[in-house]
């Protein structure tokens, strides 16, 4: 879970984000929408984004309008994948993604979280065909830009 995203610390990384002029934070606003431990988190994040979004108002600190990634963490394949891209909201949304390849440093690291599921996630997001994305009416963009 990501607890900057508690809104207590939230309102820290606002503020020092404004304090510094960086104009982005992320801002995850992703339900859970599955009986799993990765739905239960994005259902608290869910609330906390609730709260967040009221104190976001109040500053000049831009945000993806839509988030997707915490539901299906460790599950992306190229058929999830292809759903969650067709059935996009209209706006920017953020795509969070664990990707990777496994190797001798990786193998190292013992029973990391995800560390066979960052090699998957990273041949869905090879395997999507720029047919698909402008059929599908999406620009990939850096979160700047």
Do not use: W
Request: hydrophobic content about 40%; overall charge positive; aromatic content about 10%.
């Amino acid at each position: 879970m990501c607890i900057r995203d508690s809104p207590r610390l939230f309102r820290i990384f606002v503020d020092i984000a404004q304090s510094y002029d960086i104009p982005y934070i992320r801002y995850i606003n992703e339900f859970g929408n599955s009986f799993s431990m990765q739905g239960a988190k994005a259902s608290l994040l869910f609330i906390f984004s609730r709260i967040n979004r009221l104190y976001l108002k109040k500053r000049n600190i831009r945000t993806a309008d839509n988030f997707i990634g915490i539901n299906h963490t460790g599950s992306i394949n190229e058929k999830r994948l292809l759903k969650l891209l067709s059935g996009l909201a209209c706006g920017h949304t953020e795509l969070m993604v664990h990707i990777g390849r496994n190797g001798p440093v990786s193998s190292e690291m013992g029973r990391y979280f995800l560390k066979d599921e960052r090699e998957k996630e990273l041949e869905a997001l090879l395997s999507i065909k720029d047919s698909f994305l402008s059929d599908n009416n999406i620009e990939l963009k850096s979160f700047g830009g």
